[in-house]
Each structure stands twice: as structure tokens, then as C-alpha cells.
């Protein structure tokens, strides 16, 4: 059985075997995976990390795999992580262009990996912030990360990333509809992509106004303004543009918040940790799940087991007595 320490000197020495292992204990809440991470920690906070998000089908699996083409035609490495495609990335699902592929995996400068949401009990999130440490420490220039939908769940993997990029397309799936549900407060920037179909020119100027009146109120002009930019990925056309727009969230989050927010999402890292190791000992090692059923049968309200459960544990836990002063992080609970 491999060690922590054996793992994490294998993906220093630059070992990919080492790197997909790692991941798959963050993946699956391996407990060596903590170790490992902290003899490797020293080397994270290099890489960039670009979260792409977007309803189904708006072309983001193909809109990474273009950006990773031309992101190594400018000598950065590429770290790719695609959570729970419904197209995934090797397969052929994803490419018409299956040569090309295969030519990316035989790339040492590209890593692919793809992670499913199930079975990781809610810690998508925490599951993919590790994987993004894990790539990053392993020493990628750029990671790409992938997640489908529009929902809290994608919000939350999507949101650790420095850069967010919000994927939409004309037709199904209308783009206005994606952003009505919440994607245009946490896009950095907007992709309208088969800018080759009818309807992207459209969808791309109502986007832009929408964009406008978010931003531009008569009181408040936003720090950052969310570019839309138009984009074919199926022909490879408009990545220059893409990269650009990139390039300037970069500069503007170097001008500023670029420390504070890593900070505050690294903070939002330890909560999930937190949240998810205590459930995990409270219906587990605990014994709670034990209490609760014993208080069910007895015929108590879920709420009033739930409040008997809360006060034993709050009991338990004296954090204000400790010293420790709340709301230091700047980690919202939300
Ligand atoms: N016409 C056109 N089709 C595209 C373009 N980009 C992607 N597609 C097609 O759209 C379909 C979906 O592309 P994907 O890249 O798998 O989309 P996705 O957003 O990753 O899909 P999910 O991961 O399933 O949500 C495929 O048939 C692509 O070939 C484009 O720029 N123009
Ligand atoms: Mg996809």
C-alpha cells in the first residue's frame, strides 16, 4: 500500500501515475490524502485555475479541448479536470477529431482527468478544490476545469477557480434562461459559443445588455465588467479572443483582491473539510445515527431530535470559549 510520503515525492519528481493516484484519494476521502497534500502544499498557488460551466451540450468539453490546443501552442502546460462529464473526454464522445486527441494524451505537457460526483457524499467541491492542489503542486501552468449545469452544486466546484467561465450557445438551452438562473452574477466571462449557428450574434447582444444593466447602475459601476465574448470551438475560432479576455480578469485580479480571494476560498476549502468530517464522525464514530433512531421510535418530531442532537454537540464544542474569534477567515457560511 503506498504512503503518503511515497505518493507525494512521486508527483514532486513529476510521476503522472503519482498525480492520478493522488487524485483519486481526494476523490475518495482516502485518509493518507491529507498527508500527502501537506508535503506537497509548499508548491501550490502557481497554477491558474479557469472554471468553465454552462448548461449541457453548449460545447464546453470541446471549448476545453481547443483551449488546451492553444494554450500549449503558447508553451503553457495544461491541467484538465472534467467533473461528472456527460461527455467525457476520452471516448470519442467529446471529439470528432479523435487523432488530435490522442495526440493531447500523449502530450506530457497535458494532463485529462475526469471525476464523478456520486458516491463523494456532497464533496464535489472540497474533492475537486484537492485535485486542483494536487495539479497545481505537480506543476500544470493552467488548469481547465469543467463542470455541466447551472446549479448550487456547480456553483460551488466552479467557484474556487480564479477565472469563470460561463458557456452558452443559441437554441436549446437558451442562453438568457442560463443566466435568469444566476450564471451571470458568477461569470467573469461570457462565452457565446457555435458562433457558427443562426442566433449567435443575438444571443450575444442581449447578453451584453444584460450585462450592461447588471453592472452599470446609477449608483454603482462594478469593479469588473464580464466581457462576452463569441466563440466556435467545433472550428476552433475565436480561442485568441477567449485567452485575451482571460489574460485581462488575470491583470485585474494581479491589480487587486487576487490574495484576499484565493485567501477567502481557501478558507471556504477548510469549512467543507470541517462540515464533511463531521458529519462523517457524527453518524459515524459517534454514534448519533444510533441516538436519533432510539429518539425517532420514541415518537419525537425530526426537529426536536434534531435540537436534542444540536445542543449535545454545540455543548461539545466550545469554540468562543477558546479564544478564537469568529468571522477572521472572511469565509461566508452560505
Ligand atoms: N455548431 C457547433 N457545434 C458545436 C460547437 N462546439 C461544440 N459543438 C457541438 O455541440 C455538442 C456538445 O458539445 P460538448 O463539447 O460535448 O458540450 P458540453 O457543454 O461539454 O456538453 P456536456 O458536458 O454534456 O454538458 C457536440 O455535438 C459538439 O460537436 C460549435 O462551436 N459549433
Ligand atoms: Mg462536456
Excluded at 120 to 137: E, F, K, N, P, Y
Excluded at 223 to 239: R, T, Y
Aim: aromatic content about 4%; glycine content about 10%.
Amino acid at each position: 500500500m503506498a504512503s503518503s510520503d511515497d505518493l507525494s515525492g512521486r508527483l514532486l519528481a513529476g510521476e503522472r501515475a503519482a498525480l492520478a493516484r493522488l487524485i483519486s484519494w481526494a476523490e475518495n476521502s482516502d485518509r493518507r490524502f491529507p498527508a500527502a497534500l501537506s508535503s506537497v502544499y509548499g508548491r501550490v498557488g502557481r497554477a491558474w485555475r479557469t472554471g468553465i460551466t454552462g448548461p449541457p451540450g453548449a460545447g464546453k468539453s470541446t471549448l476545453v479541448n481547443e483551449l488546451a490546443s492553444t494554450l500549449r501552442e503558447r508553451d503553457r502546460t495544461v491541467g484538465i479536470l472534467a467533473v461528472d462529464p456527460s461527455s467525457p473526454f476520452t471516448g470519442g464522445a467529446l471529439l470528432g477529431d479523435r487523432i488530435r486527441m490522442e495526440d493531447r494524451t500523449l502530450d506530457p505537457g497535458v494532463f485529462i482527468r475526469s471525476m464523478a460526483s456520486r458516491g463523494s457524499h456532497g464533496g464535489i467541491a472540497r474533492a475537486t478544490v484537492d485535485a486542483c492542489d494536487v495539479m497545481d503542486a505537480f506543476g500544470f501552468d493552467e488548469i481547465l476545469v469543467e463542470t455541466v449545469g447551472v446549479g448550487q452544486a456547480e456553483y460551488d466546484v466552479i467557484s474556487a477557480a480564479d477565472h469563470v467561465v460561463v458557456v452558452v450557445c443559441p437554441g436549446a438551452g437558451d442562453g438568457i434562461q442560463a443566466m435568469k438562473a444566476g450564471l451571470l452574477e458568477v461569470a467573469d466571462i461570457i462565452v457565446v459559443n457555435k458562433s457558427d449557428v443562426p442566433g449567435a450574434e443575438r444571443l450575444a447582444m442581449d447578453l451584453e445588455e444584460a450585462v450592461h444593466l447588471r453592472t452599470a447602475g446609477p449608483r454603482h459601476v462594478a469593479a469588473w465588467v464580464p466581457p462576452v465574448v463569441q466563440c466556435s470551438a467545433a472550428k476552433a475560432e475565436g480561442m485568441e479572443a477567449l485567452l485575451d479576455a482571460v489574460a485581462r480578469h488575470r491583470e485585474y485580479l494581479q491589480g487587486g483582491e487576487l490574495e484576499a480571494t484565493r485567501a477567502r476560498k481557501r478558507a471556504e476549502q477548510v469549512q467543507r473539510v470541517v462540515s464533511e468530517r463531521l458529519s462523517e464522525a457524527l453518524w459515524g464514530e459517534l454514534g448519533y445515527g444510533a441516538l436519533v433512531k432510539s429518539f425517532l421510535d420514541a415518537g419525537s418530531t425530526p426537529y426536536d431530535v434534531a435540537s436534542d442532537v444540536l445542543s449535545r454537540v454545540l455543548a461539545g464544542v466550545p469554540v468562543a470559549a477558546s479564544g478564537d474569534r469568529a468571522g477572521e477567515t472572511g469565509a461566508s457560511a452560505s
